[in-house]
């Protein structure tokens, strides 16, 4: 024992760094191409090169374990990386909350399109060219005829018909190529409407454009798109047989079938153009999610209830006054009559004309209302004045009440005060056209322009519908991009304090 007493001190000395080294990952330091001797030798007395050479193999130690925290943090933030990006694609795969603003042009473009072929309808209804065509081939019709044995076989057709034989027995070929390319061109629009309509609908849906709910509004339009076509030929078909009209009257289709197509159109149109609107309007107020929650909340005041039902009731009132036109255009009802306010000797026609039984189908006269309601030329344009005045006046009546209320003058944003105002320059517009149409004795281009004003009216009343109308599911998204603006808002706090 005595004789180790001397080495003790020795081994005191080698004790911390043989505990180092033991402990030292060598697989690590040889990666990080560091040349370790297991079997290095140790003298009793550390020389400054071996306290150089642990120096350095602990500064290499720190950077691989700080490299490795770095690798590790770096592989925390992949796999965060990595899920965000699962979770956008399982979102991708989703439809959207909201649809895409092409989506809304497209809808606005797709409706001036329905637009134009309504106005082009009532001219090839004004200038007597929808029946030159009498069969319908909705694909090998695109194409006009190429020659003339083509020309003389349409006409030949048209020769058979009750239109020719009892109206134009004197028409020459010339004059019938002129009212037969009206037709067909009024039908090759009605097939861009629809290819037009249903080939970017597939797109927007399979590309993940568009809403659900709007997915589904989408095929319902295409649906009504169709079965616009069947109406069109439905109604065409009805002036083409003697047993649908009376025996040597003049030739029309029927006022039914006209007003049915004509009411498709309006349909079409009104789906368009609400859902274009309603797509930018929701896009607009998710711009700013606070300020858009404090429109929709104003516009949720019960005291403007009153107003957004006055609205809506007015845009029915302007669609049923249009089909009442529709009534009058396709019974001719507009050549009696010219004359305002009066109807012959007084405001109205006499009674008995009003309610004549030759119109009624049933011994116990239970039809005599109904059907001279649609079917009396005389009482058909009564009714059309009686509707035309009375959306005339409720115009009037809801411009009033913005001005006179004060509640609803404060509470109505600028925007639907401007809409209104829009509505009654159409509106004096509209009646303008309907009073010189008459007095001129349905002039073409003034009856054209007349369809076309009711057209304009309806679509401003829908702008301000769509001003004043409080979308719950908008308000919703709304709500929830606000919440968690108020969340990062929040955090973004809270790490600055950090």
Request: include cysteine; glycine fraction near 8%.
């Amino acid at each position: 024992m005595a004789s180790l007493a001397p080495a003790l001190p020795l081994w005191r000395t080698l004790a911390p760094r043989i505990s180092r080294d033991l402990f030292t990952c060598r697989q690590c330091l040889r990666n990080q191409g560091l040349a370790v001797n297991p079997l290095r030798r140790y003298h009793a007395v550390p020389s400054p090169q071996t306290r150089v050479r642990s120096t350095i193999l602990n500064s290499k130690n720190r950077q691989f374990f700080t490299s490795s925290l770095r690798n590790s943090t770096t592989a925390s933030t992949i796999e965060s990386a990595a899920a965000n990006g699962a979770r956008e694609a399982k979102s991708k795969s989703r439809f959207p909350g909201v649809s895409d603003k092409s989506v809304a042009y497209w809808l606005l473009g797709s409706a001036a399109s329905v637009f134009g072929i309504v106005v082009f309808g009532g001219l090839t209804r004004l200038t007597e060219s929808g029946l030159s065509i009498t069969e319908w081939r909705p694909v090998t019709g695109s194409m006009p005829p190429m020659n003339t044995e083509d020309w003389e076989s349409e006409f030949s057709k048209y020769r058979a018909s009750p239109e020719f034989k009892l109206l134009n027995p004197h028409m020459t070929l010339s004059d019938f190529k002129s009212i037969y390319y009206m037709e067909w061109i009024h039908r090759l629009w009605g097939r861009f409407v629809g290819l037009s309509f249903v080939l970017p609908a597939v797109y927007f849906v399979a590309r993940k454009k568009v809403s659900t709910p709007m997915a589904w509004r989408l095929a319902g339009i295409a649906g009504l798109i169709g079965f616009q076509g069947f109406l069109g030929w439905w109604m065409v078909k009805s002036g083409l047989k003697d047993d649908l009209f009376a025996p040597g009257s003049h030739p029309r289709v029927s006022q039914y079938r006209l007003t049915a197509h004509l009411g498709a159109a309006f349909a079409c149109y009104v789906a368009m153009l609400w859902n274009g609107l309603a797509i930018l309007r929701s896009h607009r107020l998710l711009a700013d999610a606070t300020s858009g929650l404090g429109q929709l909340d104003a516009l949720r005041d019960p005291r403007l209830k009153l107003f957004r039902r006055s609205v809506a009731g007015l845009a029915l009132l302007v669609f049923v006054t249009a089909m009442s036109g529709g009534l009058v255009a396709g019974l001719d009802a507009g050549l009696i009559y010219n004359e305002f306010p009066y109807m012959g000797k007084g405001l109205t026609p006499p009674r008995s004309e009003l309610w004549d039984a030759h119109y009624s189908r049933h011994e116990d006269r239970s039809d005599l209302w109904w059907r001279n309601m649609l079917e009396n030329p005389s009482l058909v344009q009564l009714d059309h004045r009686i509707l035309a005045m009375t959306t005339f006046t409720a115009i009037m009546g809801l411009w009033a009440y913005t001005r006179r209320s004060a509640t609803v003058k404060r509470l109505l944003p600028p925007a639907a005060r401007k809409g209104v105002h829009g509505v009654v320059g159409f509106a004096f517009m509209q009646v303008g056209l309907g009073l010189t149409t008459l007095l001129y004795l349905v002039p073409i281009p003034l009856a054209s322009a007349h369809q076309a004003g009711s057209l304009f009216l309806l679509t401003w009343v829908l702008v301000l519908g769509s001003r004043v109308w409080h979308p719950s599911r908008t308000a919703k998204l709304l709500q929830m991009a606000a919440k968690a603006r108020g969340q990062q808002l929040s955090h973004a706090a809270a790490s600055k304090r950090l």
